[in-house]
């Protein structure tokens, strides 16, 4: 950590890019800052406390900094390591629950469900009840949970949707299959990441993602032994579970031939699984870049959507991946949309993983400034290639801007896609 914390030269081009350090305007908050707190503890100068802990705490992890580092600072590796140093640290040095510090309920939603997709799976079931038989209205209605976290994380709960094979189609299956076959003439066989959270609550985007690939002559395969991308884990200074869930997907993924690539539908997924599943055989791809250079879009015919789509571009995709200009190709693939971007995509949705739970007044203040912008944008249509922040988003439109659609890119083009005769 200290090898790498001391090449940070403290030239600030990072503050303006930082959200924290814009909302509280405290050095400490700021990667600078930061990064001369952990290069303090690493040496010793500095006490690991609770005001380093909060500090460490309240970063975001967006990594706009890293964009524009002219020495190019790891510092999403420091803030890892940060947090797992305090993790393991031998007694608790924030009082209250956060990303570093979790209660016994959320380490076991993490590691006993989360982290066990079988497990998770199970809910499908639950929620598909709990929508259904009006008692989420009923809590929603009359506050029942108060302003608990488990009431921030009910709130981000979109409508379930089932597994199926086209976007329009109305028969359901009630599970995965292992392998999609590509219709006509195939053009390659890849491999779908599915993710935890978005096997319950993001079916729509897989199941559009299957549908378009295997349009365009893709096979796609679906390992049933995939697991958690570990993101959540990491973040969390938990690197021992990260490391093991990532030695599960890579095999999981490893045990199959003749795959071009692994396809990811969120970004927070696709940065994890680049950065620190280095075991995989086979390169790990976002959907909008695989898409916008895959072979067969000449047997497709995509139906015009005269309304404007405004384009929320994702931490992830835009500071790690660096693929923040396909889902603009692939949606302009679409006659008649217009397509902008969201005014303030330099800036984190708030969302961060588990973030709005553990620093909801931060997040809030910045999830309000995307509202605002997508009010005043005009747009009929939201696309984000983010499972958290789609989720986010889409929490606080249902409340102030219903009319806004909130979708990720692949699923706003399948509703277009036929096959040509």
Known sequence: MLAEADRCVACGLCLPQCPTYRITMSEADSPRGRIALMSGVASGRIPMNECFALHIDRCLTCRACEAVCPNHVAYGS????????????????????????????????????????NRFDTLRSFLHF?????????????????????????????DVDTL???????????????????????????????????????TTTLNATIFTLNCLGYTVHVPL????????????????????????????FNELNNLQVIITTASG????????????????????????????????????????????????????????????????????AHVVPLPGNDQCCGAAGTYFLDQPEMSRTLLNDKIAALSNSGAQYLATSNLGCAMYIASALRGTEPKIKSMHPVTLLARQISMRP
């Open 78 to 117: 420091l803030i890892n390591d940060a947090r797992t140093m305090l993790a393991e640290s031998p007694s608790p040095l924030l009082k209250n629950e956060s990303i570093i510090r979790k209660s016994w309920s959320r380490v076991l939603i993490e590691n006993e469900l989360i982290a066990k997709p």
């Open 130 to 158: 709990y929508q259904g038989s009006g008692l989420q209205k009923l809590l929603r209605k009359y506050n029942l949970l108060g302003k608990t976290k488990l009431a921030l994380l009910e709130a981000q709960l979109p």
């Open 164 to 202: 199926r094979f086209a976007p329009n189609e109305k028969n359901s299956i009630k599970s995965w299959r292992t392998i999609y076959p590509a219709t006509g003439k195939v053009h390659g066989e890849v491999g779908l990441f599915l993710g935890c959270v978005a096997r319950i609550t993001d």
């Open 225 to 252: 032994t995939q697991t958690c991308c570990g993101a959540i884990h990491q973040h969390g200074g938990d690197k021992r579970t990260a490391a093991y869930l990532a030695k599960q997907n890579a095999a999981a």
């Open 269 to 336: 997924c696709g940065t994890q699984l680049t950065e620190h599943c280095s075991d995989l055989s086979v390169k790990v791809i976002d959907i909008n870049e695989f898409l916008v250079t895959a072979e067969g879009w000449e047997r497709l015919t995509v139906a015009p959507l005269p309304y404007k789509v405004a384009v929320h571009d994702p931490c992830t995709l835009r500071n790690v991946l660096r693929g923040e200009k396909h889902p603009y190709t692939l949606l302009k693939l679409i006659p008649g």
